[in-house]
DNA sequence: CCAAAAGTGTTATCCGTACACCCATGC
DNA sequence: GCATGGGTGTACGGATAACACTTTTGG
């Protein structure tokens, strides 16, 4: 019941009372949410139902009686559906000047006339000032399987959607800058973390893989070369072959070891 | 003037005004200072002046005008004397049951006799409802050349001291599974941050970097194959010969190169 | 001249890359 | 059988490791 909001209220109306939630004050969580596709790296990204284009990171606060990891987990639950989603903590934003007071006054300024009366002066209530204060950010990214992913778009948004990575819209604040430094985080761990897998369905090919790894690091693998390489992790439990009906060798399917921890 | 304090004020007294500080709630900073002397790596520790042996890590916490990553200098400053100190941010610590609780309950017990009367009612202060709430912690590490620190005892220690990295003493709350975490971020980052450099004074020869992988890797190196390695980074430039009296080659001294960003 | 330690060069080994070859599949 | 793509084995080459050799220093 707490998700529902009179058809009448305005958009600013249902900020209010996020500085009554329990939260920890000026901390925020923004989420890098990456997924795979037809050779494409993908982003998960809002966009916000305002007039004027406002791109933001998924993005929450961290509740009181709730672990930081916790904290990532709902918000990504929130918006993609799935739980239990595999994450990475991967680095603080902690400028003093972070805060999104620039952003909020734009978006204010930009939809002033659609505004509530009682919303011109958003400026006097609680809930801006808490909005605006410097927040200190924690950077995850998640990778997902994008087929298990429902998109869910909070009250505040237009749209969620898939972003190719070499389409990213610019965002609010430093968030392009954030994706950055995820996109960087993810490659310089993938081999070390074995956490691609986390972006194929349960039973993938090495082909699968191989595909995923030139489109990450923007370059091509010697096939052979490359199903070595992987096999070698001892990782990937052979599983039946997958035939496709195509007039060639079936490949055989894998799936990640159940007894290899993936975090 | 404000470090300033009256003899006959308790220890606990010192702690009053927590609160009132500029502080961000609920975000601590915890450090991790290594030094190298004589093949071994130490972490700069210091110990509370109260009864019950309570190491902690040098911490402290964010000025709302201030970068994360200033708050850290200034610790570490506080703590070293000195400025512009080498650090790495390497991780938050924010699981909801993290606070300081059980530690300062279990220090007020110990030294509960020698408490004066208007400490003892310590639980009803603000400051100690402020310092025992849920902390997320951002976990720092700092290279140092241990000869240019002087250590700086807070008020509230009783020593500071440089512990070798096989003798930590058990310290409070999971600071030492933070020490830990830093360290193994300290040994997976070294090559490509090439930040060992700051252990030493400006002026070093190869045999000196040697030992310091040595003793950070625990295992031996080829001295011939380690001087390749090491010289291959291009980082280093050659200076004078080191004499030092000795029957025997001279070695280089280098300096690391003014045009290579150490961060 | 010798011992000790630094610096350089040479050889051996390992590992990543390239590629040849064989296998399975459906027409 | 043949075209297509998957899986395995092998040969090459660059990088790293091991080690031999030379140089410097002061007694």
């Not at 934003?93 to 009366?117: H, M, P, Q, V, W």
């Not at 909005?131 to 399987?145: C, N, P």
């Amino acid at each position: 019941m707490k998700n529902e909001i009179k058809q009448d209220e305005s958009a600013s109306t249902r900020w209010l009372n996020l500085s009554q939630q329990n939260y920890i004050n000026q901390v925020s969580i923004d989420c890098v949410i990456f997924g795979y596709q037809e050779r494409q790296l993908k982003v998960l990204i809002p966009k916000l139902l305002y007039k004027g284009d406002f791109w933001v990171l998924p993005s929450g606060f961290v509740l009181q009686d709730e672990d930081v990891d916790q904290a990532a987990q709902r918000i990504l639950c929130e918006r993609t559906s799935i739980k239990g989603i595999y994450l990475e903590q991967f680095q603080v934003f902690g400028r003093a000047n972070r805060n999104s007071k620039e952003f909020i006054n734009r978006l204010k300024d930009i939809n002033y006339e659609t505004l509530k009366e009682s919303d011109k002066n958003f400026e006097q209530s609680i809930d801006y000032k808490w909005l605006t204060q410097r927040f200190i950010s924690i950077g995850y990214y998640a990778l997902v399987d994008i087929n298990k992913v429902v998109p869910q778009k909070s009250i505040l948004d237009e749209s969620i959607e898939w972003y190719n990575i070499d389409e990213i819209p610019p965002m609010v604040m430093d968030h392009n800058e954030i994706l950055e430094k995820a996109l960087q985080t993810l490659r310089k761990d993938i081999d070390e973390k074995l956490n691609v897998f986390n972006l194929l369905p349960e039973k993938f090919t090495i082909a699968d893989v191989q595909e995923i790894y030139e489109t990450i690091f923007e370059r091509t693998y010697v096939r052979t070369n490359f199903q070595k390489k992987i096999l070698e992790f001892n990782v990937l439990e052979r599983l039946e072959k997958k035939f496709t009906g195509a007039a060639n060798k079936a490949p055989y399917l894998y799936r990640f070891k159940d007894s290899v921890t993936k975090k």
